[in-house]
């Protein structure tokens, strides 16, 4: 498919898709109305302003409270010495920041050459994606995690790895799933980065540790293991291994932890192979998807660690596959088995992200990197159409888009432009504040 060729053309398409977009995201998926960044400011102004504890803190009328490490308490302390609104302004923007990061790194050294239209294109498909969606209305640190991490992943890359780690240990400080990027780390055998994104996190930790001891004692002895007070395992939007157990009637830990073990292997396999491939982006974005298959909870909002895969697979030559998974994660589609998950359709359909999440897992491609940094006039004999007397030969280069198509620029990011399924999907999937459907459901989703 081609795209209008005018500019006038393209402007009216991407106006066209602004306003459906728009009318989407307005009128199917419910917002969530900032409900964890609540969680967070209201925890950091009753233990700064009035001398309460960190964990026990509730938003009221709920029983949601903080479920971070300490350490994500003190990096949220500026929201002590400003009003909710003025918090709400403030994580609207940071997450735009970290979003821009993201999509600049994933868009790889081309990016300039995308220009206005393809970035508009790439824009409405991400405002599509209901991780991305739910990110920016809870008020969720994940893009910023994400950032934090993929920061590393561009040191890595470009050979530039004196300070590699350090955002990988911040972002293990506060939350523990990307830790994992540690033992990839490790398993490169980049001994120095994985040392620095120790001592960062445990000084982080530290720091936290002597900033309120007894919230760090309680926390690392008690709540870290309590998975309640984060939700209900079988709960639908709990897309990890744990939740497909637990959906089933199986949430014993032995057989968790054996899923739990393979998934491992297979991540440490695969990851082996990229990292000897010198393709960190692959490395980097199997660890996101193992992070999320092997934690006990991952809320679909944590499911933005999935996008670095979307984009490595479209780069790779499967912009249709990565197009079609990508177009299913902005429907809403788990939320039709809310009330039951029993039967074939509720074994597949209520855990049709971890079954996505896995798949990219095994099928990622890898090695790339080697093919971007072939000698360009090697690229350019491999690549370049015939010459025409018609039209001169254009020069194609790996990890860019073809000029002629807006379409395809879009799916080079994994993005989409359809507005995903019906809106009876995620409008009966999240009238209750913190991501859970209905008032009626016990502690179905906290601010994780």
Same mark, same amino acid.
């Given at each position: 498919?081609?795209? %209008?060729?005018?500019?006038?053309?393209?402007? +009216?398409? !991407?106006?066209?898709?602004?306003?459906?977009?728009?009318?989407?995201?307005?009128?199917? %998926?419910?917002?969530?109305?900032?409900?964890?960044?609540?969680?967070?400011?209201?925890?950091?102004?009753?233990?700064?302003?009035?001398?309460?504890?960190?964990?026990?803190?509730?938003?009221?009328?709920?029983?949601?409270?903080?479920?971070?490490?300490?350490?994500?308490?003190?990096?949220?302390?500026?929201? =002590?010495?400003?009003?909710?609104?003025?918090?709400?302004?403030?994580?609207?923007?940071?997450?735009?920041?970290?979003?821009?990061? !993201?999509?600049?790194?994933?868009?790889?050294?081309?990016?300039?050459?995308?220009?206005?239209?393809?970035?508009?294109?790439?824009?409405?498909?991400? #405002?599509?994606?209901?991780?991305?969606?739910?990110?920016?209305?809870?008020?969720?640190?994940?893009?910023?995690?994400? #950032?934090?991490?993929?920061?590393?992943?561009?040191?890595?890359?470009?050979?530039?790895?004196?300070?590699?780690?350090?955002?990988?240990?911040?972002?293990?400080? !506060?939350? @523990?799933?990307?830790?994992?990027?540690?033992?990839?780390?490790?398993?490169?055998?980049?001994?120095? *980065?994985?040392?620095?994104?120790? *001592?960062?996190?445990? =000084?982080?930790?530290?720091?936290?540790?002597? *900033?309120?001891?007894?919230?760090?004692?309680?926390?690392?002895?008690?709540?870290?293991?309590?998975?309640?007070?984060?939700?209900?395992?079988?709960?639908?939007?709990?897309?990890?291994?744990?939740?497909?157990?637990?959906? +089933?009637?199986?949430?014993?830990?032995?057989?968790?932890?054996?899923?739990?073990?393979?998934?491992?292997?297979?991540?440490?396999?695969?990851?082996?192979?990229?990292?000897?491939?010198?393709?960190?982006?692959?490395?980097? #974005? @199997?660890?996101?998807?193992?992070?999320?298959?092997?934690?006990?909870?991952?809320?679909?909002?944590?499911?933005?660690?999935?996008?670095?895969?979307?984009?490595?697979?479209?780069?790779?030559?499967?912009?249709?596959?990565?197009?079609?998974?990508? *177009?299913?994660?902005?429907?809403?589609?788990?939320? $039709?088995?809310?009330?039951?998950?029993?039967?074939?359709?509720?074994?597949?359909?209520?855990?049709?992200?971890?079954?996505?999440?896995?798949?990219?897992? $095994?099928?990622?491609?890898?090695?790339?990197?080697?093919?971007?940094?072939?000698?360009?006039?090697?690229?350019?004999?491999?690549?370049?159409?015939? %010459?025409?007397?018609?039209?001169?030969?254009?020069?194609?280069?790996?990890?860019?888009?073809?000029?002629?198509?807006?379409?395809?620029?879009?799916?080079?990011?994994?993005?989409?432009?359809?507005?995903?399924?019906?809106?009876?999907?995620?409008?009966?999937?999240?009238?209750?504040?913190?991501?859970?459907?209905?008032? =009626?459901?016990?502690?179905?989703?906290?601010?994780?």
């Amino acid at each position: 498919m081609r795209g %209008p060729r005018t500019d006038w053309g393209r402007l +009216l398409l !991407v106006l066209v898709l602004v306003t459906a977009v728009t009318v989407f995201t307005a009128t199917v %998926p419910l917002l969530r109305d900032w409900f964890d960044l609540r969680v967070y400011y209201g925890t950091v102004h009753t233990w700064v302003h009035h001398g309460g504890r960190i964990y026990d803190y509730r938003v009221p009328g709920t029983e949601y409270g903080f479920t971070y490490p300490p350490f994500a308490a003190v990096g949220m302390l500026p929201m =002590a010495l400003v009003g909710l609104h003025l918090a709400i302004a403030a994580s609207l923007l940071v997450n735009l920041a970290a979003l821009a990061f !993201v999509l600049r790194i994933m868009a790889g050294p081309g990016w300039r050459r995308w220009g206005w239209y393809r970035w508009a294109l790439a824009l409405c498909g991400l #405002a599509l994606f209901e991780p991305l969606r739910d990110t920016f209305s809870f008020g969720q640190v994940n893009l910023v995690l994400l #950032a934090l991490v993929l920061g590393d992943c561009c040191l890595l890359r470009s050979g530039r790895g004196r300070w590699a780690g350090a955002g990988i240990g911040l972002a293990a400080a !506060v939350k @523990l799933t990307p830790a994992l990027f540690i033992g990839m780390l490790l398993l490169a055998r980049r001994w120095r *980065a994985a040392a620095t994104a120790t *001592a960062v996190a445990l =000084a982080a930790t530290g720091l936290a540790a002597w *900033a309120d001891p007894r919230a760090s004692r309680f926390y690392w002895t008690r709540a870290l293991w309590d998975t309640s007070r984060v939700g209900r395992l079988d709960y639908v939007s709990n897309q990890s291994l744990q939740g497909v157990l637990a959906r +089933l009637g199986h949430p014993d830990k032995p057989l968790w932890a054996s899923a739990v073990l393979v998934t491992l292997a297979v991540w440490a396999w695969r990851t082996r192979k990229a990292v000897a491939a010198e393709d960190w982006t692959a490395a980097f #974005a @199997l660890t996101g998807l193992a992070a999320c298959l092997v934690s006990p909870i991952t809320w679909v909002h944590h499911l933005v660690w999935t996008l670095p895969a979307f984009v490595l697979l479209a780069r790779a030559g499967h912009p249709r596959i990565a197009g079609a998974l990508y *177009a299913v994660m902005c429907t809403s589609v788990v939320w $039709l088995w809310f009330d039951d998950a029993s039967g074939i359709d509720g074994f597949l359909g209520s855990n049709l992200y971890t079954w996505i999440t896995l798949g990219l897992l $095994l099928g990622l491609p890898t090695g790339q990197s080697r093919a971007e940094r072939a000698p360009l006039s090697r690229i350019a004999r491999l690549t370049a159409p015939a %010459p025409s007397t018609a039209t001169p030969a254009v020069m194609a280069v790996p990890d860019q888009s073809e000029p002629s198509s807006g379409v395809a620029a879009a799916a080079a990011t994994g993005t989409v432009l359809g507005p995903g399924r019906g809106r009876g999907l995620a409008r009966r999937a999240s009238s209750e504040p913190t991501g859970s459907t209905r008032p =009626a459901a016990s502690k179905p989703q906290s601010s994780s």
